[in-house]
């Protein structure tokens, strides 16, 4: 890796240019189950992409869209479904091809923005920093400098910043993090607005949700380890949908005692995990099961309802590697 990311970026950008150039229109995407990560960073894209004039669409395979981001500009413009077909693909915050939820992208130009330590680098363009802290700033740095960035987009990207580290409290938040803050915040984006819009308006739904995981939280391994489960009657019982149990995982982190923490949620046809970590390294972990993502968040899906198993298993597996035994 280049010890110079300035160098890097500027070769990024140079590229990301001359791929403009070649297709007259653009086709942003994200993850399936979009967090405020990969909708902030595509719709700051999309803004900035349409001032360049080009023809810009902007899509998530995913029904749910996070609610809380609907105070920003253009989140009406995101669709379900991909129109374009001959546009540069644009790819916020996604680890692999698969994650995108599209079908027909194998063989697109696909630019890749991400900042997943796990990213497979399936684009023709990869502009992948492990570092940054938010695909947003990933992002910003792509355009710092090259466009004037604007209050829409600053928005996003502020939104997407502030939901990645949860509020500058994750272990990657360095001074530079606050230089981007500040630097979103000088082109219009207001913490205070974006903060109580996305963290007062918390829908019934979530909080009843929460109280169900709470009530099923498990401890392990010296209490150590902190597993919450929600079955497909939970989610019934309280209307919750997959953007209410956002953030559920941080209660059972917060625990004085607990290292990792897990949420087993039974969705429609799948069991979904998500870890969290208070420095363990959970990659290996979720690669275990086919899962990626950070050092101290990560998750993976399996195929069915299979709570029990996966539970049974996520905690042979945690002794396998050893990871908790570093204390
Ligand atoms: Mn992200």
Redesign the pocket.
């Known amino acids: 890796m280049n010890t110079d990311p300035t160098v890097d970026r500027e070769d990024a950008r140079r590229e990301f240019r001359q791929l403009l150039e070649r297709f007259p229109s653009v086709t942003v995407l994200s993850h399936i189950r979009p ?1 405020p ?2 909708i902030g ?1 595509s719709l700051g894209v999309y803004h900035l992409l349409k001032k360049l004039g080009k023809r810009v669409e902007i899509a998530n395979a995913s029904r749910e869209i996070p609610r809380t981001l609907d105070f920003l500009k253009g989140y009406e413009k995101i669709k379900r479904k991909m129109d374009y077909k001959d546009s540069l693909i644009v790819s916020c ?1 996604c680890g692999s091809l698969d994650r995108l939820g599209f079908e027909g992208l194998e063989g697109r130009t696909i630019v890749n923005l ?3 330590l796990s990213n497979s680098r399936f684009g023709t363009l990869n502009i992948v920093d492990p570092t940054a802290v ?2 947003s700033e990933v992002a910003f740095r792509l355009f710092e400098g090259w466009l004037p960035i604007g209050k829409e987009s600053a928005e996003a990207f502020y939104a ?1 910043l502030i939901s ?1 580290t949860r509020h500058f409290t994750t272990s990657n938040v360095t001074a530079e993090t606050f230089t981007l803050a500040r630097s979103l915040i000088e082109q219009g984006a207001d913490p205070a607005t974006i903060a109580q819009m996305m963290l007062q308006r918390r829908s019934l739904a979530s909080l009843r949700i929460l109280g169900k995981a709470l009530e099923s939280l498990r401890l392990y391994a010296d209490a150590q380890v902190a597993i919450m489960r929600i079955s497909r009657e939970d989610l019934a019982a309280t209307g919750a949908t997959a953007g209410d149990l956002d953030g559920v995982v941080d209660y059972a982190r917060s625990l004085v005692t607990v290292e990792i923490a897990a949420l087993v949620v039974e969705m429609k046809s799948e069991t979904k995990v998500s870890l969290r970590s208070k420095g363990t390294d959970l990659l290996p972990l979720a690669k275990a099961f086919g899962g990626g993502g950070h050092r101290e968040a990560a998750g993976f899906e399996l195929p069915g309802h299979v709570s029990d198993q996966v539970i049974e298993d996520l905690l042979q597996c945690i002794e396998n590697e050893g990871v908790l035994t570093k204390r």
């Open positions: 967090d990560d990969a960073s915050d991400d900042h997943h938010s695909t997407a990645d």
